[in-house]
Antibody, heavy 121, light 107 residues
């Protein structure tokens, strides 16, 4: 059974850079059948896709965040990561990592439990 | 960006009722529409991909369909565990976008 787990700080100060890591277990992060993505959900609001990475290192970004976001993958560790620079209060959200299946054009079939990140001084 | 709208935003129903949720895309997304269920405090769970393909393990009371740019999620007989928020998501075109969600609560 594939499992994903987010890790990283829970509190970040405005203007700083947040860094989150997703550790994948129970399956290979190097499979060509999947992409790996980050999404977020502000409290009480809807879901927003942030970025996606393929095992080869190919990346895709939401244009609304592209100037501040960076996604990367470390296949040797079974992890992929997100960095978001110059954070502000509007970046406060639950951040999820997810596996995206190539077969269904990147539908998100496994999710981490999510981590609440708060931006505050 | 492709805009996804959902209706209704919320619906109250009883156990055993049938419920239908509609999602409309602002342009053609082919069949690349997924439905997710989210319970409070939990991550979303994929129910349906490709507009109508039920994920393994998802009860058959859930079904999905497409008519042009309109997509429907139907729950034939609500069970207590079905009271949750449902989101649609298009993956035809970057950036991937979600509908605002439909909350199904107990009448």
């Amino acid at each position: 059974q594939v499992q994903l787990q987010e890790s990283g700080p829970r509190l970040v100060k405005p203007s700083e850079t947040l860094s989150l890591t997703c550790t994948v277990s129970g399956g290979s992060i190097s499979s060509d059948s999947y992409y790996w993505g980050w999404l977020r959900q502000p409290p009480g609001k809807g879901l927003e896709w942030i970025a996606t990475v393929y095992y080869s290192g190919t990346t895709y970004y939401n244009p609304s965040l592209e100037s501040r976001a960076s996604i990367s993958i470390d296949t040797s560790k079974g992890q992929f990561s997100l960095r978001l620079s110059s954070v502000a209060a509007a970046d406060t959200a639950v951040y999820y990592c997810a596996r995206q299946r190539v077969q269904c054009s990147s539908c998100m079939d496994y999710w981490g439990p999510g981590t609440l990140l708060t931006v505050s001084s | 960006d492709i805009q996804m709208t959902q209706s209704p935003s919320s619906v109250s129903a009883s156990v055993g009722d049938g419920v239908t949720i509609t999602c409309r895309a602002s342009q053609d997304i082919n069949n690349w529409l997924a439905w997710y269920q989210q319970r409070p405090g939990k991550a979303p769970k994929l129910l349906i991909s490709g507009a109508s393909i039920l994920e393994t393990g998802v009860p058959s009371r859930f079904s999905g369909s497409r008519s042009g740019t309109d997509f429907t999620l139907a729950i034939s007989s609500l069970q207590p565990e079905d009271f949750a928020t449902y989101f649609c998501q298009q993956s035809n075109t970057f950036p991937f976008t979600f509908g605002p969600g439909t909350t199904v609560d107990i009448k």
